[in-house]
């Protein structure tokens, strides 16, 4: 039987871009569909269900950012934030709200189908993390691989899946120093070649979610130049 093809929704508004892209990637196999609403792409994620969204931030009827906000409430589905060079900001906003990735305009087809693959790889059906082998317990944090749910003085904590997967590495390793390096290979991928700051985001959100202060830190602890460490305030990590 022919594989299915995967799924893709552009939301780009620039015709200039929309086009060339979509039949680019309808030639690397994907099976493309092109929108230039906010209003409408959120409608198609519905019906067609995507495997993963392009999404650009400037859109005429809305912002990416609220789309991202409301993709986020509704679902994990991969999203990659397709934004202006030089917008830093706007990078970083993105990846607070949930995005998977980014692509800084101007870019090339090949890079965009390659962070897609990657994207789609790491985001997959088939997790190596320790998150996916059972429950763990850290003092008041507590988190079920296999429901995906992480709850703090047994209040259910609202992470995206990348939050949800440092958290369970970070307690995996409770009272030990977890590499940057190591935190980019098993959340993102071996081969992630995007900017580290995606770490620091998310590690930023993560905390503010813990309501942890990272100069008083309570949970995650900073280990400048190496990585990152769970204060192990409630004794050894248990794994069940």
């Known amino acids: 039987m022919p594989v299915a093809r995967r799924k893709v929704l552009v939301v780009e508004d620039e015709e200039a871009i929309a086009i060339p892209l979509g039949e680019a990637l309808d030639r690397e196999g994907f099976d493309v569909t092109v929108t230039a609403s906010a209003v409408e792409s ?19 009827d809305g912002s990416g950012f609220d789309v991202c906000r409301e993709l986020r409430r509704e679902s994990e589905i991969p999203i990659i934030m397709l934004t202006a060079r030089g917008e830093e900001s706007e990078r970083v906003v ?20 390659a962070r897609i693959r990657a994207v789609l790889r790491r985001t997959g059906p088939v997790a190596a993390l320790p998150t996916s082998r059972g429950a763990l317990v850290v003092g008041a944090l507590s988190l079920d691989g296999a429901s995906r749910v992480a709850t703090l003085e047994g209040e259910r904590l609202e992470l995206s899946r990348k939050e949800f997967d440092l958290l369970g590495l970070l307690m995996a390793d409770a009272g030990a120093v977890v590499s940057r390096e190591r935190l980019i290979d098993e959340v993102w991928d071996v081969n992630w070649f995007g900017s580290t700051k995606t770490l620091d985001v998310h590690v930023s959100a993560l905390r503010r ?10 949970f995650v602890e900073t280990v400048r130049g190496v990585g990152f460490k769970l204060l192990d305030a409630g004794g050894a990590a248990e794994a069940s």
Do not use: I, N, Q, T
């Open 209 to 218: 979610k813990l309501g942890d202060d990272p100069a008083a830190p309570r």
């Open 94 to 113: 993105g990846l607070e709200l949930g995005a998977d990735d980014y692509v800084v305009k101007p870019f090339s087809a090949r890079e965009v189908v």
């Open 42 to 60: 959120l409608e198609l994620v519905r019906r067609v269900k995507p495997d993963l969204v392009l999404l650009d931030l400037m859109l005429p």
